[in-house]
């Protein structure tokens, strides 16, 4: 019988510290890695500008996170099951101009625009759990097809972007909540919000058990008699509702429905994977994914104060993101 190799047979654990490996075991490490990383980036950018800790930059910073933020919350439930959505991007394209083109050129009122475009989000997010699961199409394939699906019956209805003129709407992006001598962002509000209702999912409902289980291993969950097919599709319909609403709140933000904006997908998935989630599932905080929102909010923020070249942020950014992937395969062969 061939024995199966462990980090112990392979040497590894030999070669790292044993109080660094009782560290990378514990569930939170990502955690505890991601808070000292930002609070050395908050004093290091508080020390080279005078303008970073001021309320108003605070609440800059919050404010452009909050949409990433927004999306990774409900993407980092789907990934902790061991699934990934890269049509993330477009869907909140397709969402925040479906409202603005109805609001813009029909007399419905913002509930029926706003009821429409979740709907149509939700379908993608449906029809995303479907290919992957019941025909079988690997999630990075199924999701990125699906990508220029959505992409490109965006930009085929409407090649330009819509504006818009509603107060109501403009309200959730550029509004802010006076709360005593400070006016917090509705934006940040709501990306707490649904960080919170990540976080209570996943930490005290049965949902939230079988989320972990069937990203940990999801052929024992299938003896178990668990319908993994069914939840899966469930989390994939999430994911899509959160990218609906993120492109509603992006597109109050912005004053705009856009057809096309590259890049959206890959932030919400790299905040999440820097926040600790691990890319074979089973395995993930919401508090690491705020952190890694926050963190990748604070580096842009500081590097753009300190007129740092925007090529030179792609490295930082980068570099970040890498060390937090091999954090998280070393933490797998220990």
Do not use: H
């Amino acid at each position: 019988m061939t024995q199966q190799a462990t980090p112990e047979s392979l040497g590894l654990t030999s070669r790292i510290p044993a109080p660094l490996i009782r560290v990378l075991r514990r569930r939170d490490a990502n955690v505890f890695f991601l808070f000292f990383v930002l609070l050395a980036a908050i004093v290091y950018f508080s020390i080279e500008s005078p303008y970073f800790l001021s309320d108003r930059n605070a609440f800059n910073i919050g404010r452009a996170v909050s949409i990433t933020g927004i999306a990774a919350a409900f993407a980092t439930l789907l990934m902790i099951s061991g699934g990934l959505d890269l049509s993330i991007g477009a869907i909140m394209n397709a969402s925040g101009l479906t409202a603005a083109v109805i609001l813009a050129e029909s007399d419905q009122g913002i509930v029926i625009a706003f009821a429409i475009a979740l709907g149509i989000s939700t379908f993608i997010g449906f029809a995303n759990g479907i290919i992957v699961t019941k025909i079988g199409v690997n999630p990075i394939i199924a999701t990125i097809g699906m990508q220029f699906v959505v992409r490109g019956m965006t930009l085929a209805t409407r090649s330009g972007s819509a504006l818009v003129r509603d107060s109501t709407f403009l309200s959730i992006g550029q509004g802010e909540l006076e709360l005593g001598s400070l006016e917090i962002p509705i934006p940040v509000i709501l990306m707490l919000l649904t960080m919170l209702l990540a976080y209570l999912t996943l930490r005290f409902t049965q949902f939230g058990k079988y989320i972990y289980a069937i990203g940990d291993n999801a052929s024992a969950c299938r003896r178990a008699g668990i319908n993994v097919d069914r939840y899966r599709i469930a989390l994939y319909t999430i994911s899509g509702v959160g990218a609906g609403f993120a492109g509603l709140v992006l597109t109050g933000l912005t004053g705009a429905g856009i057809p096309y904006a590259a890049g959206s997908e890959l932030s919400v998935i790299s905040a999440v994977i820097l926040g600790g989630v691990s890319l074979s599932g089973g395995v993930g905080l919401i508090q690491g994914t705020l952190l890694g929102v926050l963190l990748v909010g604070v580096l842009k923020n500081g590097m753009t104060l300190l007129n740092i070249n925007a090529n030179w942020q792609m490295v930082v950014e980068g570099s970040v993101l890498m060390i937090a992937v091999s954090l998280d395969q070393l933490k797998q062969r220990i």
